[in-house]
Antibody, heavy 120, light 112 residues
Framework: QVQLVQSGAEVKKPGASVKVSCRAS????????MHWVRQAPGQKLEWMGW????????EYSQGFQGRVTFTRDTSASTAYMELSSLRSEDMAIYYC?????????????WGQGTLVTVSS | DIVMTQSPDSLAVSLGERATINCKSS????????????LAWFQKNPGQPPKLLIS???ARESGVPDRFSGSGSGTDFTLTISSLQAEDVAVYYC????????FGQGTRLEIK
């Protein structure tokens, strides 16, 4: 069965960076797009961007341009999201989410979420 | 960005009764080239990630009970649960994937 297993909770200081991993299993990693979505306390779900599985290209949501980087290790079926220059507003649960095909923006499977706490 | 606004913010319905959740987009998410509405509905329970219920505004996902249905076009959409069950208590989100992706604020559904 399809599973997306994310790395554990993180506590970071303002200005630091965080890197969240998402290990996929139960499907061919390079056949499906991967998205990242976060939800801060009391806030809407917020799409951060995605990786086109077919060509590996990434697209970042405008609100995260310059601060977020998506990478992947296809041999390990693992996607990574790194967010830099953390501030208090970045405290949220971060999800990796699979798209229904290589270029799909329809989300069919979600990771369990990774809580990132930003505190001095 | 397209703003998605759900109504109501919370809703209490008796078991076996109909629940209706509305979602309005700030601009049309109907693509004329394929006549498809780029709208999905998710169900979220506490401590769990969201679960996809419906895509393309009305296409129910495999395994989703047929009491869940989606309707609407253009800018106005509705999720209907025809006969509320106890396990349907959750927060429901609409999402547009026309470009770029944005979500509604969520509607909390409870038992009356």
């Amino acid at each position: 069965q399809v599973q997306l297993v994310q790395s554990g909770a993180e506590v970071k200081k303002p200005g630091a960076s965080v890197k969240v991993s998402c290990r996929a299993s139960g499907y061919i990693f390079t056949d499906y797009s991967m998205h990242w979505v976060r939800q801060a306390p009391g806030q809407k779900l917020e799409w951060m961007g995605w990786t086109n599985a077919g060509n590996g290209n990434t697209e970042y949501s405008q609100g995260f341009q310059g601060r977020v980087t998506f990478t992947r290790d296809t041999s390990a079926s693992t996607a990574y999201m790194e967010l830099s220059s953390l501030r208090s507003e970045d405290m949220a649960i971060y999800y990796c989410v699979r798209g229904k095909d290589r270029t799909s923006w329809i989300f069919d499977y979600w990771g369990q979420g990774t809580l990132v706490t930003v505190s001095s | 960005d397209i703003v998605m606004t759900q109504s109501p913010d919370s809703l209490a319905v008796s078991l076996g009764e109909r629940a209706t959740i509305n979602c309005k987009s700030s601009q049309s998410i109907l693509k004329s080239s394929n006549n498809k509405n780029y709208l999905a509905w998710f169900q979220k329970n506490p401590g769990q990630p969201p679960k996809l219920l419906i895509s393309w505004a009305s296409a129910r996902e495999s395994g989703v009970p047929d009491r869940f249905s989606g309707s609407g076009s253009g800018t106005d959409f509705t999720l209907t649960i025809s006969s509320l069950q106890a396990e349907d208590v959750a927060v429901y989100y609409c999402q547009q994937y026309y470009s770029p992706i944005t979500f509604g604020q969520g509607t909390r559904l409870e038992i009356k």
